[in-house]
């Protein structure tokens, strides 16, 4: 959906988050750096980067001059950043307001600009750390936790592993209905058993001393 001037009203007395950026912009902005800020955003989850407001609260219209060419901008976003940014004019009785609205990064991929990806640290632009790049780029890994052992079977998990199972999850959730509820069920809600079979994770977790040999023999 794209923004409006109630959308508008309800930021000026929204606070500054990962998801929303106020910039003056009132004679104009850089392409470069709105650039980064668009990566930034889409590293962080996507989000919007408005022009023409003032950046500290009690924010304000001032209006912008800022990208009057608006479908060029959005050509150059593109080609930079290979997402689809989304450019909106708003007129307000205050002034002229741009609002680049930023789509969330694929699964997997930060964006990077001039060499480095980009994140927000307060006022400031700076690299993504190397631990936050890890867990990005982890992202596509496939989870073997889920897959199933093949061979495996309900024999294969420790029944006394199983109750204690249950017992810490009644004790988190306090819901009754664990304490009644048949071992296979249990484990079914838990997502450690499938209708395809026995998941690792279940073995990892629950298997008995017998089974956590390498499975699929």
């Known amino acids: 959906m794209l923004p409006t001037l109630d959308h508008l009203r309800a930021w000026l007395s929204a606070r500054e ?6 910039k003056e912009a009132r004679n ?9 800020y668009c990566a930034a955003l889409a590293n962080e989850g996507g989000g919007s980067i408005v022009l023409g407001v003032t950046d500290r609260r009690p924010r ?8 009057e060419n608006l479908e060029r901008t959005k050509a150059g976003l593109v080609q930079r950043l290979r997402l689809k940014v989304e450019a909106t004019e708003l007129s307000h009785p205050d002034g002229r307001v741009v609002v680049f609205t930023v789509p ?3 699964l997997g991929v930060p964006i990077s600009i001039e060499g480095a990806y980009w994140m927000r640290a307060g006022e400031d632009l700076v690299p993504m750390t190397d631990d936050m790049l890890r867990t990005i780029f982890d992202e596509n890994r496939p989870d073997f936790s889920a897959e199933i052992c093949r ?3 309900l024999s294969d998990l420790d029944p006394v592993a199983i109750e204690e199972f249950r017992r810490r999850w009644h004790l988190a959730s306090e819901n009754a209905n664990l304490l009644a509820c048949p071992a296979e069920n249990l484990l079914r809600d838990a997502e450690l058993i499938t209708e395809c079979g026995i998941t690792y994770a279940a073995l990892i977790l629950l298997g008995s001393k017998a089974a956590l040999v390498p499975c699929g023999r």
């Open 151 to 153: 061979g495996a079977t």
């Open 60 to 67: 304000r219209v001032v209006g912008s001059a800022a990208f």
């Open 28 to 36: 104009g902005f850089h392409f470069e750096k709105l650039a980064k």
């Open 104 to 106: 969330s990064r694929p």
């Open 17 to 22: 988050n990962e998801h929303l950026e106020f």
